[in-house]
């Protein structure tokens, strides 16, 4: 090749390297163009921005974490260190086991003056408390043993009960009584294991048990009485008339009795006997405990199904103070008890009652009542209510009621029925004419020294309804005084709008029948007085609103009241309109001569003082010149009210009213001019109508002499 052609093919290559070089240049500035934004200022700074929340949050997180450790340093600090006694002593407590004595005697109850009246006695008792894991066989085994220690009347034993003995004791040959096809239905469910039982018990042969003697009748009432209620509650096998000798043998022979043991328990005595008693109360057994009924209420305060508690009246209405503290122990490591808290004997408290003037009362009041039974048309009478009351305070100084029971000779006994005063009704009568009064004031149906004539009173359709006989001209006072009806009746009309016309309709305002329900409320007719017992009842009212059914209303013929809500409203009157609440429990005793007072006043009658004393001057001029004379002494300075009412009975028990009877009522308060006391004597179905003659019997004028002759005497 010439050198020419050598050199242009070198200057070709050259020209091709240039070409090549320029591309990649190219291709390097484009290059970096494209790269470029990636790099710009923008992202740069939301980098930088992400990156310091990043750093913020971690350090957030930090500061959090740090105080949470500083948190649980200082718990730490406080449980570990601080509080180091206080979280052993809690720890102490979680794992130990109290457990309490036996139970605790409750308070006394003592009278006005002191006197005690009702009291505790030790009694003996022996008792089984099944130990964990004992079998049939050793119960069994237990009760013939303690059988031969102590005496008990086996006749309680029920044939079930000594024919399921037998099957205990004899497993194997009941067991081959019941048929291979009892035991498939058995396990086809087409029998239950009751039924099973069932079978065997019914498979117990008369020659079975004819192989037993007394001895193992008696184990069967013992082994009976284990087994009574639940398991883990104590079982009394015999609390009465344990002889020393009984105890002391139990007691000696403990480790050989499992489960069985002794203790010394109490019981209520009653220095007075009877006296007093029905109100008093009772308290439940240790064999019973808790009853059925109040078990809930007593198990949210605390109380073990097997604690003696107030089951009636004045035991139950003050269980709270009268209740014992039992002893508490701590149960220790070795088996042994350590007292940590010590029991009491509960509180001691005192009623209203004088107990001295309840004795004597009652003693008249059967007197009475039985002598009256004797008098002519008292074929329907069967009882008196009688209660002497402080009108200034409410408090009872005596309540009783007795009821007639004829024996199987035809004669009659006295049995107590002092629990009617608060649950037995009856048509009180005129007694009530005090709070019509207040409402003819009240309403302006009535004036201060008002005079009308007793004229019968006739509205269409219907009978005349007249006073005890014509009364002639009378006002407000004498009204009271000759208790007359119809000078009410003309109240009643004027209160209910109405206009009168002889045996014409009688068109009177419906509200008129709330207007002296109302009022007769304010005075504790009609309503609760919240005596401190468990239960009353408040009367029934009547609910036709007939227009002659309000006269009747005005002179308390038409609703029924209870014996305690008649003496709440003689007390009302007497204190000048102040309803005071009629009370038993007049305090803590303390000393013997201080307690705390109970009285409460529970609203005052809505009237004018000189209302009030019209109606007291009414009241007065009753005992003095009225139908009243002679009930109470008149050195005593008394004021009362009598009634007498249409009431009728239901004679041959099917629940239907069909005889009518006429019941008598009596209510007083001595001195006038300043009442210290009360009296309200209520007895229904005294009489009737249709006797043989129109003998009416006095039993309460007889009954308030003889009691209030009683009361003066114990307070002159």
Known sequence: MTKEKEGDKMKKIKDKLKKIKSKRKTSLKISKKQKKPSYNFTNYKENKDIKIEIE???????FFVILALLILVISLFLVQIVG?????????????TIIEGESAPRGRIYDRNGKLIVDNVPSKVIYYKKPSGITTKEEIKTAYKLANLINLDSSKLNEYDYKNFWIKNNQEEAKKRITDE????????????????????????????????????????IYTLMNKGYSYDE??????EVTDEEYALVSENISELKGVNTKLDWERTYPYGNVFRSIL???????????????????????????????????????????????????????????????????????????????????????????????ANTEYYNGSFVIISNPKTGEILAMAGKQLKQNDDGSYSVIDFTAGITQSTAVMGSVVKGASHIVGYNEGALKIGEVRYD?????????????????????????????????????????????????KPLVINKEAFSIYRNTFAEFGLGVKTEIDLPSETTGLKGSDSTSGLLLDLSIGQNDTYTPIQLSQYINTIAN????????????????????????KELNKVNTKQEYMDRVHQGFEAVTSYGLGVGYINAKYKPAGKTGTSQSFVDTNGDGKIDKETISTTFVAYAPYDDPKVSFTIVSPNVSRPDGKTTYQSSINKRLTNRVSEKYFEFYP
Do not use: F
């Open 56 to 62: 913020k949050r971690y350090n957030i997180l930090t």
């Open 84 to 96: 180091k006694e206080k979280y052993e002593k809690e720890l102490e407590n979680l794992t130990k």
């Open 182 to 221: 009892e035991w498939k239905k058995l396990e086809e469910r087409k029998l239950t294991a009751d039924d099973i039982q069932e079978l065997k018990i019914e498979r117990v042969t008369i020659e079975d048990l004819s192989k037993y003697t007394e001895l193992d009748k008696k184990a069967a009432y």
């Open 235 to 240: 079982k009394v096998i015999k609390n009465e």
């Open 281 to 375: 109360g009772n308290v439940s057994s240790s064999k019973s405990g808790i009853p059925e009924e109040y078990k809930n209420e007593y198990l949210k305060k605390g109380y073990s199904l097997d604690d003696r508690v107030g089951t009636s009246n004045l035991e139950l209405e003050y269980e709270d103070l009268l209740r014992g503290k039992k002893n508490k122990y701590e149960v220790l490591s070795d088996g042994s008890y350590k007292l940590i808290e010590e029991g009491k004997r509960g509180t001691d408290i005192v009623l209203t009652i004088d107990i001295e003037l309840q004795k004597a009362l009652e003693e008249i009041l059967t007197e009475e009542a039985l002598n009256t039974k004797k008098e």
């Open 455 to 503: 004229n019968c009173v006739k509205i269409a359709a219907t009978p005349e309804k007249c006073s005890w006989k014509y009364l002639g001209r009378l006002n407000d006072i004498t009204a009271l005084a000759q208790s007359s009806n119809t000078y009410q009746y003309y109240t009643a009309i004027k209160v209910g709008g109405g206009n009168y016309q002889y045996n």
């Open 576 to 599: 000048s309109g102040h309803r005071m609440r009629p009370y038993l429990y007049k305090g803590i005793y303390k000393d013997e001569t201080t307690y705390d007072q109970n009285k």
